[in-house]
């Protein structure tokens, strides 16, 4: 679904070597697999989910989805095919759960009725009653309902890919618990390919059918729990994994 | 489009200036006896047969002037020394009256094709005048005897005065008159602080009418500093070319109004309260120039001695139709400035240089003092003495508060929300529209608010171009130092703006989506 080639990014710096926020990155990610990318800040991990929507371009190597390089692809019709969903939900204030929700959907010219039934299914599938939040703004929802509102959004046009950029990562610790257990039952019901992006091991072995840890921009090692568990790719590999992830 | 298209009709429809459909127009300055000579010469051509419309009460000087090079006023009354000075800048200075005259003449004719007429007799020059009790207390009658007392004395000059070389500038060397304390200040309250005690000297002009209601003695310019100020119609030759009899008609005023007959009519107006043109034919009349068909005159009833409320209240009608030229000039100003502004100041958040600029430049055009810019557009060919000219003007002082406001309100919208947009699959012009334009109406419309207000206040200048609007009575009040005139454009005018403020607030706090509402 999601191949990485070799993706290198380099962001210019005023008076110093340009920054390499990811170097040499092959990954690839396999259709309906739940992939996160995870590490210290810093590392390139948001950089790298950034790439798959060509909000940012490779400064060298390629990113293709489903088999096309997106360099080559519309970006208008390859974002409509990804969902989006960002740390706090990034919601537009201005406008209601229900247009928030169904914006899309209105962009690509459906009509009101099959949006607004669009827009019921998607905040049932978050469990958040339409009658209830769909005339709400996003000012009088609490943080977790705001990072739902998020994903019925990101899933508007049905995308068959998911980019999530720190979901979870500006809850307080019982609201993203809940959240996270939410996820996985969504993302079994749903069967999207996805791409995560957390900086805490914990989630990341949750989520994530594999896990990708990088470091410096670099891909230190991508593999199951067990494979981190039984044969960490490197020391530095080691080391991290001892101070940043507590099992369960 | 529909809507922009919409809008520029609206703005030709209402800024169209009615056909010239007059033969002459007759200009004057905006000081009571250049209205009065004004009125003078407009009831002469009249009287001669040719339809005429008298533009009264213009800007100074050069507003005159560049009106009738331009073409916008056909003649108006103006003086030998200002022709000399002002307009030709002659660095030399002259004393002789005759070739003063001869020699603006000439230079009129050769440089701009205009005609110097036959004077009218009186001389208005600069003077100084000194309280009449301190002036008998200290024996002083000329400006050298002036000297000894120079330190102990405050003055109170005008602007005009103070600046012109053959002003205070060349005053003080000249006469080596060394005063204790100048101030510079708008020449009716000069007046006031005269009688107020609260200065001693000042500048005055040789026939005016105050000088016989204030107790002020002139003092007599024994060393021969002061230019001579001669009165005469200056015309455009074209003019005359088109209508040749109209040279015999405006040269049947010459060396009849002498300087204590300008001085009474002066002061009939400014002190007794009668109109320009009531004055002005009277004057006519007597010397046997106008036939004795009564004389209409706006000017009558417009003063007496009721009180303020009274008097308010009994010139509704004008101020109504004042108030309505104010609130025209006003809101064309506003659209144009939000039609220009608006997008200018999205375009100018994709680049930093046209950031700069604009802003720059939209900052500088608000540092142009205001009768500057007034008197810069009215030389514009195609702009002149019109409402165009004040709308333009208006439209450039209200274009910053927008332009700011939106660049301001577009930038200052929440990254990631552009960000998240993006990543959703908006168009550029998508999240311009949807999300960043939205997010920054409360701003936009802050910045609408503020230009609305400054415009009322700007507007008010309008007058000085005979634009018309709440203006008109503050000038003129100005300048007859009626005080209750000057209010019968300052409240209704500060009414409006506060009426504005108010409605424009419920405005904003309406078309804000609720989610963007602060509680409360």
Known sequence: MIHFEGATVLFPREGAEPLAAVRDLDLHVAPGETVCLVGPSGCGKTTSLR??????????????????????????RLRRGIGYVIQSGGLFPHLTVAANVGLLCRLEGWDTARTAERVDELLELVHLPPSEFGARYPAELSGGQRQRVGVARALALDPQLLLMDEPFGALDPLTRDSLQREFLELSERVEKTILIVSHDMDEAFLLGDRVALLAEGRLAQVGTLEQFRDAPASEQVRTFLESHFHGR | MAGRSAALALAGALLASPAAAQDVVVGSKNFTESRILGEMLTLLVEEAGLTVEHRSGLGGTMVCFDALRTGEIDLYPDYTGTGWATVLKEPEKI??????????QARYRELYDLDWRMPLGLENTYALALRSDLAEELGVATISDLVPHAADL?????IEFMNRADGWAGLRPHYGLALGDVKSMEHGLAYEAVAGGSVDLVDAYSTDGKLLRYDLTVLEDDRAFFPPYHAAPVVRRALLREHPELGPVLDRLAFRISNRRMMELNHRVEVEGAGFREVAAGFLRSEGLLGSSPVADEDRGARGEDGLVAFL???????????????????LAV?????????????ITRSRLAERVSLGAAGVVQTVPSLAL????????????STRSAVLALTLYAVLPILRNTFTGIRDVDPELIDAARGLGLTPVQVLLRVQLPLATGTILAGVRIATVLTIGFATLAAFIGAGGLGEPIVTGLYLNDTRLILAGALPAAVLALLADRLLGVVERAVTPRGLRRPG
Not at chain 1, 52 to 74: K, S
Not at chain 2, 335 to 347: D, E, I, K, M, Y
């Open chain 1, 51 to 76: 790439l798959v929507n060509r909000l940012v371009r490779p400064t060298a190597g390629r990113v293709l989805v489903d088999g096309r390089d997106v360099a080559e692809a519309d970006p208008v």
């Open chain 2, 95 to 104: 004393t002789d009256p005759l070739r003063a005259f001869l020699h603006v």
């Open chain 2, 154 to 158: 405050s003055a109170g000059f005008s």
């Open chain 2, 313 to 331: 209240l009994g010139r509704w009608r004008e101020t109504l139709r004042l108030l309505g030229q104010h609130v025209r000039l006003t809101l």
């Open chain 2, 335 to 347: 659209v144009l400035a939000t039609v220009v502004a608006v997008p200018l100041g999205v375009a």
């Open chain 2, 374 to 385: 007034l008197a810069f557009l009215i030389a514009v060919p195609g702009l002149g003495l």
